[in-house]
């Protein structure tokens, strides 16, 4: 081709390209389909990421027992200290003493270092606690939030003074204000005087956690959690109920109770990654099963507890049948599934039910649903998942079952999980799927090809990994929107989906991406994080049949990248359309609202961006957030319609009352 004939030719295709066709897509609004559950857009949990330890649990001191195996990690200890093993707390049976140091000049005392440092707020308060006794008469602390490495005059910058003055373990308590922001403070505690004294659980809190409770969540953390107003929120994980092997799988008994007195589990995420090493990372279980209920209910989401179904990791032990409990011996792990049902709904006069209450919840935490299995595959789940099958239905017939189809999300091994989850008639089945970004524009018709007399569907993990780029970047954000069309369109088989994992410290991350990252002080809201909020706050509560040219619109050949699927809020009256233009164009639509008369007004929702590889961060945190919006829908010869040009790579809400 001569230059001439190419440049004409270029300015051609780039003359069509700014006139794209305009779609035209049909949305019946006089018919509402499958009910959209409550439990659509949830939340999962999972202790990977110093998720609980280091971020949502409010606790600021790392290895507050002396339990890690290596007794004084986390801690600086000076002068005269001595680890003793004989404490108040049966589980937690170390503790330190402080003794004289010699000469009235030098220290006794021990120092923390958090996760990561420890993070405090000007203004803010912080409650430090401690069992101690004084076993020669009293004994005083003092205990300073200091900066070690400031060039300034002092370390310290608040300080408070602790008298402790009986010789039998008591619980006391000083708080202490910050006068300054740090990410990176420290606790020091120095013995005044020559008397000794015994402390055992040395703990920092905010007072002003989430809802204020004592042993509560750090604020910021779980207020972002509320704000995606999730349906479901699912707990402890992820591999981490499965244990390595069984000896540090999760277990739910050990995590309720009195916190001092919950033993130490190591975290199976310290070792995973050899790339990623995290040594001192264990779980204190303060954050554990009542207090996941309990922030289930605050934050208005069903509560959803995976159980181990008896088996250790199946990735770290593949065929090895000995790492997991023989099946004749099983009855201890069902017996936990059954008492934490009773736990939860049992009334206070049963077993776990008191327990419960005397926890401060009498009142039952009503829960619907329990899965049993995380990432299982074969038979030797089938087998072991039978037998929790029958005995759950068999005491608690109203609870949901939810199985799983293994790490795949498709294959032989999905085949053969969904096989077995429907002869044993379970509830719903969880699927995961960590996938690039082909997968998930290409999927946009999974759940149309679904057997509809079979068990539902929980898309339990999920999130969009760029190939060679695995972390939050706008891109694959805006795929994860596009793929959720068709959870939404699919609404009568897909009952809950959760994006994972859920949160992540920028300075101790094994896992990536992640849908909330924070420092010790900060956070910031992935765009991941902004499109399940985008769904979850605009579910509606039924589906309406959306098709451009009779077909659904899933990125299909001939759909120009475009994605979309529209549901009824009856409660308000209110179409709510999604449309998600993957394409590198902008794309016109024209979306005729069946079942509508006349101009309207219809609000937008938009979540838009020109740089693919762009991100929130800490200091960037709303770089790329939804922006709400308006436009005026015309009046067509039948019925309403939106006329829009879509931005490239751009996802947009349409909110018409009807
Ligand atoms: O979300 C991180 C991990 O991914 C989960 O623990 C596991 O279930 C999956 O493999």
Same mark, same amino acid.
């Given at each position: 081709?001569?230059?001439?004939?190419?440049?004409?030719?270029?300015?051609?295709?780039?003359?069509?390209?700014?006139?794209?066709?305009?779609?035209?897509?049909?949305?019946?609004?006089?018919?509402?389909?499958?009910?959209?559950?409550?439990?659509?857009?949830?939340?999962?949990?999972?202790?990977?990421?110093?998720?609980?330890?280091?971020?949502?649990?409010?606790?600021?001191?790392?290895?507050?027992?002396?339990?890690?195996?290596?007794?004084?990690?986390?801690?600086?200890?000076?002068?005269?200290?001595?680890?003793?093993?004989?404490?108040?707390?049966?589980?937690?049976?170390?503790?330190?003493?402080?003794?004289?140091?010699?000469?009235?000049?030098?220290?006794?005392?021990?120092?923390?270092?958090?996760?990561?440092?420890?993070?405090?707020?000007?203004?803010?308060?912080?409650?430090?606690?401690?069992?101690?006794?004084?076993?020669?008469?009293?004994?005083?602390?003092? @205990?300073?939030?200091?900066?070690?490495?400031?060039? +300034?005059? *002092?370390? &310290?910058? /608040?300080? %408070?003074?602790? !008298?402790?003055?009986?010789?039998?373990?008591?619980?006391?308590?000083?708080?202490?204000?910050?006068?300054?922001?740090?990410?990176?403070?420290?606790?020091?505690?120095?013995?005044?005087?020559?008397?000794?004294?015994?402390?055992?659980?040395?703990?920092?809190?905010? @007072?002003?956690?989430?809802?204020?409770?004592?042993? +509560?969540? *750090?604020? &910021?953390? /779980?207020? %972002?959690?509320? !704000?995606?107003?999730?349906?479901?929120?699912?707990?402890?994980?992820?591999?981490?109920?499965?244990?390595?092997?069984?000896?540090?799988?999760?277990?739910?008994?050990?995590?309720?109770?009195?916190?001092?007195?919950?033993?130490?589990?190591?975290?199976?995420?310290?070792?995973?990654?050899?790339?990623?090493?995290?040594?001192?990372?264990?779980?204190?279980?303060?954050?554990?099963?009542?207090?996941?209920?309990?922030?289930?209910?605050?934050?208005?989401?069903?509560?959803?507890?995976?159980?181990?179904?008896?088996?250790?990791?199946?990735?770290?032990?593949?065929?090895?049948?000995?790492?997991?409990?023989?099946?004749?011996?099983?009855?201890?792990?069902?017996?936990?599934?059954?008492?934490?049902?009773?736990?939860?709904?049992?009334?206070?006069?049963?077993?776990?039910?008191?327990?419960?209450?005397?926890?401060?919840?009498?009142?039952?935490?009503?829960?619907?649903?329990?899965?049993?299995?995380?990432?299982?595959?074969?038979?030797?789940?089938?087998?072991?998942?039978?037998?929790?099958?029958?005995?759950?239905?068999?005491?608690?017939?109203?609870?949901?079952?939810?199985?799983?189809?293994?790490?795949?999300?498709?294959?032989?091994?999905?085949?053969?999980?969904?096989?077995?989850?429907?002869?044993?008639?379970?509830?719903?089945?969880?699927?995961?799927?960590?996938?690039?970004?082909?997968?998930?524009?290409?999927?946009?018709?999974?759940?149309?090809?679904?057997?509809?007399?079979?068990?539902?569907?929980?898309?339990?993990?999920?999130?969009?990994?760029?190939?060679?780029?695995?972390?939050?970047?706008?891109?694959?954000?805006?795929?994860?929107?596009?793929?959720?069309?068709?959870?939404?369109?699919?609404?009568?088989?897909?009952?809950?989906?959760?994006?994972?994992?859920?949160?992540?410290?920028?300075?101790?991350?094994?896992?990536?991406?992640?849908?909330?990252?924070?420092?010790?002080?900060?956070?910031?809201?992935?765009?991941?994080?902004?499109?399940?909020?985008?769904?979850?706050?605009?579910?509606?509560?039924?589906?309406?049949?959306?098709?451009?040219?009779?077909?659904?619109?899933?990125?299909?050949?001939?759909?120009?990248?475009?994605?979309?699927?529209?549901?009824?809020?009856?409660?308000?009256?209110?179409?709510?359309?999604?449309?998600?233009?993957?394409?590198?164009?902008?794309?016109?639509?024209?979306?005729?609202?069946?079942?509508?008369?006349?101009?309207?007004?219809?609000?937008?929702?938009?979540?838009?961006?020109?740089?693919?590889?762009?991100?929130?961060?800490?200091?960037?945190?709303?770089?790329?957030?939804?922006?709400?919006?308006?436009?005026?829908?015309?009046?067509?010869?039948?019925?309403?319609?939106?006329?829009?040009?879509?931005?490239?790579?751009?996802?947009?809400?349409?909110?018409?009352?009807?």
């Amino acid at each position: 081709m001569n230059k001439k004939l190419l440049t004409c030719a270029l300015a051609l295709s780039a003359a069509m390209a700014s006139f794209a066709q305009t779609h035209v897509m049909d949305v019946n609004t006089k018919k509402a389909g499958a009910t959209v559950q409550n439990t659509m857009y949830g939340l999962f949990f999972e202790d990977i990421n110093y998720a609980a330890d280091g971020g949502l649990y409010g606790e600021l001191v790392k290895n507050r027992s002396f339990e890690f195996p290596q007794s004084f990690m986390g801690w600086q200890t000076f002068g005269n200290v001595t680890l003793k093993n004989d404490g108040p707390f049966e589980r937690c049976p170390h503790y330190v003493e402080l003794g004289y140091a010699g000469h009235s000049e030098r220290r006794t005392g021990l120092v923390n270092e958090g996760y990561f440092g420890i993070g405090v707020i000007k203004g803010e308060e912080y409650r430090f606690t401690v069992w101690a006794k004084a076993p020669k008469g009293t004994a005083r602390i003092r @205990v300073q939030l200091i900066d070690a490495n400031t060039m +300034g005059e *002092r370390q &310290d910058f /608040a300080t %408070a003074k602790l !008298d402790v003055n009986g010789t039998e373990w008591k619980k006391y308590e000083v708080r202490i204000k910050s006068p300054r922001t740090d990410n990176k403070a420290s606790l020091r505690i120095f013995l005044d005087g020559k008397n000794p004294v015994a402390l055992e659980h040395i703990s920092l809190f905010p @007072v002003n956690t989430f809802k204020n409770r004592e042993n +509560g969540m *750090r604020r &910021d953390i /779980a207020q %972002a959690l509320a !704000d995606m107003h999730p349906g479901v929120l699912r707990f402890p994980g992820g591999c981490i109920v499965e244990g390595e092997c069984l000896d540090n799988r999760y277990q739910w008994k050990n995590t309720i109770g009195p916190v001092e007195n919950r033993p130490l589990n190591r975290n199976r995420w310290e070792f995973t990654f050899e790339h990623r090493y995290y040594p001192d990372y264990f779980q204190s279980y303060g954050l554990g099963f009542f207090e996941f209920f309990q922030l289930s209910e605050d934050i208005g989401a069903e509560p959803l507890p995976v159980l181990n179904v008896g088996m250790a990791c199946q990735y770290q032990n593949r065929n090895n049948e000995k790492a997991h409990v023989p099946v004749d011996e099983l009855d201890p792990y069902i017996q936990d599934c059954l008492d934490l049902i009773e736990f939860a709904n049992g009334d206070t006069t049963t077993t776990w039910g008191k327990k419960r209450a005397e926890m401060g919840h009498p009142a039952p935490f009503n829960l619907k649903f329990i899965a049993v299995g995380n990432e299982q595959w074969g038979d030797f789940y089938f087998v072991r998942m039978q037998k929790f099958v029958d005995a759950i239905r068999a005491k608690y017939p109203k609870i949901q079952i939810i199985g799983t189809s293994g790490p795949d999300s498709e294959g032989k091994n999905f085949d053969l999980g969904w096989e077995a989850m429907k002869r044993q008639k379970v509830d719903l089945v969880d699927e995961h799927f960590y996938r690039p970004e082909s997968w998930f524009l290409t999927s946009g018709l999974r759940y149309e090809k679904y057997d509809r007399k079979g068990p539902k569907v929980f898309a339990g993990e999920y999130a969009c990994h760029g190939k060679g780029k695995k972390w939050n970047h706008y891109e694959t954000s805006l795929y994860e929107a596009a793929f959720m069309t068709d959870l939404e369109r699919n609404a009568d088989i897909v009952h809950m989906a959760t994006y994972a994992p859920m949160l992540a410290h920028v300075e101790g991350w094994q896992w990536r991406p992640d849908l909330i990252w924070y420092d010790n002080v900060r956070l910031f809201k992935s765009v991941s994080y902004y499109v399940q909020q985008m769904y979850a706050m605009n579910k509606g509560t039924n589906v309406l049949t959306m098709t451009m040219d009779g077909q659904p619109i899933a990125g299909q050949e001939g759909q120009d990248g475009l994605f979309a699927s529209s549901v009824i809020d009856k409660t308000s009256g209110t179409v709510i359309v999604k449309v998600i233009n993957t394409n590198k164009q902008k794309q016109p639509v024209s979306i005729n609202l069946s079942g509508i008369k006349g101009e309207r007004k219809a609000e937008t929702i938009t979540l838009t961006c020109t740089d693919m590889m762009a991100e929130n961060t800490l200091d960037e945190p709303e770089k790329i957030v939804p922006q709400e919006g308006s436009l005026n829908c015309e009046a067509g010869k039948k019925n309403t319609v939106i006329n829009d040009e879509i931005a490239p790579m751009t996802f947009r809400i349409y909110k018409v009352k009807k």
